[in-house]
């Protein structure tokens, strides 16, 4: 009966439609994501500001350590998407992940630098456990062949962005007021971690019942023969695509975080591309190509919490009459549009869904890529103005915003709901890690490239030779700077183009 009887609460839970049409759960997890991102996206705009103002270091290292962060946060959830597949579901994962990140936020709020390398690392680790399992529980709303799903993770990315509107506002307004400080607005990210959890817990078993259940009580006891060869050939392709990632890994970078990345990359390919064949195979590799130009849109898309957080600080004029807008509001703009435009999205595609005309997911991405690249025309035209040595309007970041909101609800959702319909449904949680690894190796990009921003009053550097030559060249102005951003995001738009063909053949099996 343990097998049975959460698969039928599991079908109740996807047949309901009370919800604007979706399950009642979505709303559960609309909230308990929403308050995680408040969380995330507080501590975010104020992580390089704190660096750079508070601490007074220099910009390549705040964005280093920012991109070494943001990083880690999106690359964990690969291991934690694995220990939920197999171990200890999706569920378990999600509360053990929520109070490690909320314990995060308050040692954060602590002085000193040991808390603040401490507060770090508790909120990645706990983000592992937490990150790709609640967007997996969204994809388990929904039966297979459900045409409520891309919209249904569109109203899902409303949480989250409605999190991350509020979140740099509450946390920035602590960290930047005088009556308060940084340390308050680290705090306040905590508070909000556990208000999410609160939510969650009093819900759960009314509308997610059945949903995110552990393994060993859904899946694993209708087979227990079968899973259990099938975890012994995992474990073992595990290992040798880990070691002979690590070993690619140090050959190339010859650091330590690149051994731990080289090692979770080669291990997510061993375990999903050994383990899977046929048709299923061919899902993976789509997923993985798919990763790749993922990898771009969000190198550039990630420039919120950096170059263009410090545009705003040192560029851009804040001042609304006598009142100074603190300079992390400016990162709630995205999220803003995203809570406006979301609905609007949803309804688009459910409309184009209707009429057979909607675009394939592959081909939505590449527009997605399209719009980032447009929007960083705007700040390629106010950083030039910047250039001239005047604080510019804020409508230049505001207009990019815009654009780049066009391309993250064109590329985001969606790319949620194409892992969750893609991807074996033994390999569910860790190809949603796979997912997040392309954020992961994205946003240490981006916090590369972010090192190069430039600021006033900076004596030029030792010209470097090859790309971070031509990468720094671009950034002795803050309009050449944006301009790297066009140009990578127009290149990797026409690649995807090129590639929906492939995709489609790849993954004829599922509508997508």
């Given at each position: 009966?343990?097998?049975?009887?959460?698969?039928?609460?599991?079908?109740?839970?996807?047949?309901?439609?009370?919800?604007?049409?979706?399950?009642?759960?979505?709303?559960?997890?609309?909230?308990?994501?929403?308050?995680?991102?408040?969380?995330?996206?507080?501590?975010?705009?104020?992580?390089?500001?704190?660096?750079?103002?508070?601490?007074?270091?220099?910009?390549?290292?705040?964005?280093?350590?920012?991109?070494?962060?943001?990083?880690?946060?999106?690359?964990?959830?690969?291991?934690?998407?694995?220990?939920?597949?197999?171990?200890?579901?999706?569920?378990?994962?999600?509360?053990?992940?929520?109070?490690?990140?909320?314990?995060?936020?308050?040692?954060?709020?602590?002085?000193?630098?040991?808390?603040?390398?401490?507060?770090?690392?508790?909120?990645?680790?706990?983000?592992?456990?937490?990150?790709?399992?609640?967007?997996?529980?969204?994809?388990?709303?929904?039966?297979?062949?459900?045409?409520?799903?891309?919209?249904?993770?569109?109203?899902?990315?409303?949480?989250?962005?409605?999190?991350?509107?509020?979140?740099?506002?509450?946390?920035?307004?602590?960290?930047?007021?005088d009556q308060f400080g940084w340390h308050w607005g680290f705090a306040a990210?905590?508070?909000?971690?556990?208000?999410?959890?609160?939510?969650?817990?009093?819900?759960?078993?009314?509308?997610?019942?059945?949903?995110?259940?552990?393994?060993?009580?859904?899946?694993?006891?209708?087979?227990?023969?079968?899973?259990?060869?099938?975890?012994?050939?995992?474990?073992?392709?595990?290992?040798?695509?880990?070691?002979?990632?690590?070993?690619?890994?140090?050959?190339?970078?010859?650091?330590?975080?690149?051994?731990l990345v080289g090692t979770i990359i080669g291990a997510a390919l061993a375990?999903?591309?050994?383990?899977?064949?046929?048709?299923?195979?061919?899902?993976?590799?789509?997923?993985?190509?798919?990763?790749?130009?993922?990898?771009?849109?969000?190198?550039?898309?990630?420039?919120?919490?950096?170059?263009?957080?410090?545009?705003?600080?040192?560029?851009?004029?804040?001042?609304?009459?006598?009142?100074?807008?603190?300079?992390?509001?400016?990162?709630?703009?995205?999220?803003?549009?995203?809570?406006?435009?979301?609905?609007?999205?949803?309804?688009?595609?459910?409309?184009?869904?209707?009429?057979?005309?909607?675009?394939?997911?592959?081909?939505?991405?590449?527009?997605?890529?399209?719009f980032i690249g447009l929007g960083f025309l705007f700040l390629v035209i106010?950083?030039?103005?910047?250039?001239?040595?005047?604080?510019?309007?804020?409508?230049?970041?505001?207009?990019?915003?815009?654009?780049?909101?066009?391309?993250?609800?064109?590329?985001?959702?969606?790319?949620?709901?194409?892992?969750?319909?893609?991807?074996?449904?033994?390999?569910?949680?860790?190809?949603?890690?796979?997912?997040?690894?392309?954020?992961?190796?994205?946003?240490?990009?981006?916090?590369?490239?972010?090192?190069?921003?430039?600021?006033?009053?900076?004596?030029?550097?030792?010209?470097?030779?090859?790309?971070?030559?031509?990468?720094?060249?671009?950034?002795?102005?803050?309009?050449?700077?944006?301009?790297?951003?066009?140009?990578?995001?127009?290149?990797?738009?026409?690649?995807?183009?090129?590639?929906?063909?492939?995709?489609?053949?790849?993954?004829?099996?599922?509508?997508?």
């Amino acid at each position: 009966m343990l097998a049975s009887e959460p698969a039928s609460a599991r079908a109740v839970a996807n047949a309901d439609r009370s919800f604007f049409g979706h399950p009642r759960g979505l709303g559960m997890l609309f909230m308990t994501e929403m308050w995680e991102r408040f969380s995330y996206y507080g501590m975010r705009a104020l992580l390089v500001l704190y660096l750079v103002n508070a601490l007074k270091w220099d910009k390549a290292s705040a964005a280093n350590l920012y991109g070494t962060y943001t990083m880690l946060v999106y690359l964990t959830p690969l291991i934690g998407g694995y220990i939920a597949d197999r171990f200890i579901g999706t569920h378990r994962s999600l509360l053990i992940g929520g109070l490690i990140i909320a314990s995060g936020h308050f040692v954060l709020a602590f002085p000193g630098m040991t808390a603040f390398y401490s507060g770090l690392g508790l909120v990645v680790i706990g983000t592992g456990f937490f990150k790709a399992n609640v967007s997996t529980m969204v994809g388990q709303l929904y039966e297979k062949g459900d045409t409520r799903r891309d919209a249904g993770f569109t109203f899902f990315y409303m949480g989250i962005n409605t999190g991350g509107f509020l979140g740099p506002i509450v946390c920035g307004y602590f960290a930047q007021s005088d009556q308060f400080g940084w340390h308050w607005g680290f705090a306040a990210a905590g508070v909000g971690m556990l208000a999410g959890l609160l939510m969650y817990s009093l819900g759960k078993n009314t509308y997610l019942a059945g949903i995110g259940d552990a393994p060993t009580a859904v899946s694993r006891a209708a087979d227990a023969t079968k899973a259990s060869i099938a975890d012994d050939a995992s474990t073992r392709n595990g290992i040798i695509g880990a070691v002979a990632g690590a070993a690619v890994a140090w050959f190339l970078s010859g650091s330590l975080l690149g051994v731990l990345v080289g090692t979770i990359i080669g291990a997510a390919l061993a375990i999903t591309i050994l383990g899977t064949q046929g048709e299923e195979r061919k899902r993976v590799i789509a997923l993985f190509i798919v990763a790749f130009f993922v990898v771009f849109f969000w190198a550039a898309f990630e420039q919120a919490g950096s170059s263009m957080s410090l545009f705003a600080d040192k560029f851009t004029d804040l001042h609304l009459g006598s009142f100074a807008i603190p300079s992390t509001w400016m990162q709630s703009v995205n999220s803003l549009f995203i809570i406006i435009f979301a609905p609007v999205f949803a309804a688009l595609w459910l409309a184009l869904g209707k009429r057979k005309s909607e675009p394939s997911t592959p081909l939505k991405m590449a527009i997605g890529l399209t719009f980032i690249g447009l929007g960083f025309l705007f700040l390629v035209i106010g950083g030039g103005r910047a250039d001239t040595g005047i604080k510019v309007s804020p409508l230049w970041l505001i207009g990019a915003f815009l654009f780049h909101t066009f391309g993250e609800l064109c590329l985001s959702p969606v790319g949620l709901s194409y892992v969750t319909r893609v991807a074996p449904a033994r390999f569910a949680s860790l190809m949603m890690g796979v997912w997040f690894l392309a954020n992961a190796v994205a946003n240490k990009l981006a916090g590369l490239l972010a090192g190069y921003t430039p600021l006033p009053g900076e004596a030029p550097a030792t010209l470097q030779t090859g790309i971070g030559g031509w990468v720094q060249q671009m950034s002795a102005t803050n309009h050449g700077f944006f301009m790297i951003f066009v140009v990578t995001s127009f290149i990797a738009a026409v690649a995807m183009l090129l590639c929906v063909p492939l995709l489609r053949r790849l993954t004829r099996t599922v509508n997508v």
